[in-house]
């Protein structure tokens, strides 16, 4: 049983515990707000501590918005399963069935699959070529900006190796173009209809959490000569739209875990507002070669408290925030926390929260 979730820790006093804790390790580590939601069956318990922006009173909320970085990529595997199971795609659907429109395409992308680019084998660079990047903010429409990028992208051969393990924002983008090709509508649409939709995750969006020029949820924030500073909500405090697939989703906590909770249940075989098999989850979840620690959109490891059980965890950082994930489906538990700062003491403060909601009684 986790500690913060235990019996013994019943009504206000637990989360006035919990609380206290969290405002402990931000500050050590120097992070404005920090914020947990932990659920093991039935229990949940959730807190959050500090403000949205440094140099602003204004206290963060257990219903806050936080980006999520690189923890969005579970969704976009999810929604490619979603595909999948309608017949519309298969995990070995290559690029360039896809995208058969496109002439001009590399022969490699002949024989990359979209299993192979949603497991990080599929030979690209981490991101886009300096060249590509440089045209990410252009035009304002993510969805054509991501298409025009990935089909220049893809006119080259991959990087590396394909088929060998190397993480890659790119190959979620291009993922992300296939299923805007066969699904009809770009990225953003497909995830609020067959995910946001569904699991009743109304706080999700993209990009920055906050709204411009107000404090209505928690602000990015950077180091810059050595002094912590707020990033304004707009251009400067995210990565381009065009990268949504790969990472631009904020959601509050409660929400995630709605998402979290289904792939959760669904290994164990039960049903979900997702509609997904039992089969699909273990799929989504099942690490990619022998030896592998990567799933499709997950991370794969075991837990020392529960060892002989597969793990499902992930963090995520646009630099300027910090979120991570661990769910247990056997044990039926689930972790998550978020923190309104991005670098190493971002993540070290997450380790500590994480730890402190699975450590042992």
């Not at 497991?119 to 252009?138: C, E, Q, V």
């Not at 991005?342 to 070290?348: I, L, P, R, T, V």
Request: net charge negative.
């Amino acid at each position: 049983m986790l500690v913060i979730l235990s019996a013994s820790d019943s009504g206000q006093p637990g989360l006035d515990r919990l609380t206290n804790e969290l405002g402990g390790i931000a500050t050590r580590h120097g992070v404005p707000a920090l914020a947990v939601y932990a659920s093991h069956g039935n229990a949940v318990r959730e807190a959050a501590w500090g403000v949205r922006k440094q140099g602003d009173a204004t206290p963060v909320e257990i219903a806050d918005r936080w980006h999520l970085g690189s923890d969005t990529k579970a969704m976009t595997a999810t929604l490619a399963a979603l595909l999948v199971e309608e017949g519309k795609l298969a995990w070995n659907t290559t690029v360039g069935t896809a995208l058969a429109e496109w002439q001009d395409l590399d022969p490699a992308f002949a024989t990359i699959t979209l299993e192979m680019l949603l497991s990080h084998r599929a030979g690209l660079a981490a991101n886009l070529p300096d060249d590509l990047r440089k045209l990410m903010w252009k035009p304002k429409d993510p969805g054509g900006q991501r298409s025009n990028l990935i089909h220049a992208l893809l006119r080259r051969p991959p990087d590396g190796k394909v088929g060998e393990f190397s993480y890659s924002n790119a190959g979620y983008m291009v993922a992300g173009v296939m299923l805007e090709k066969v699904g009809g509508d770009t990225w953003e649409s497909l995830m609020r209809e067959r995910l946001f939709e569904p699991l009743g995750m109304r706080s999700c969006g993209f990009g920055p959490p906050a709204s411009p020029e107000k404090v209505d949820a928690p602000w990015a924030h950077r180091v810059r000569d050595g002094k912590l500073e707020p990033v304004p909500p707009g251009r400067g405090s995210d990565n381009p739209p065009a990268m949504g697939p790969a990472g631009t989703v904020h959601c509050a906590l409660k929400d995630w875990h709605a998402f979290v909770d289904a792939h959760a249940r669904g290994e164990r075989g039960a049903t979900t507002r997702l509609g997904l098999s039992r089969a699909a989850f273990e799929k989504l979840h099942a690490a990619i070669g022998p030896t592998g620690s990567y799933a499709l959109g997950w991370g794969v490891t075991a837990h020392p408290r529960w060892p002989t059980a597969r793990a499902l965890a992930h963090d995520g950082s646009n630099t300027m925030f910090y979120a991570s994930v661990m769910a247990i489906p056997s044990e039926n538990i689930v972790v998550l926390a978020a923190a309104n700062r991005g670098d190493d003491e971002a993540k070290a403060a997450i380790k500590e929260a994480m730890d402190l909601l699975t450590a042992a009684d």
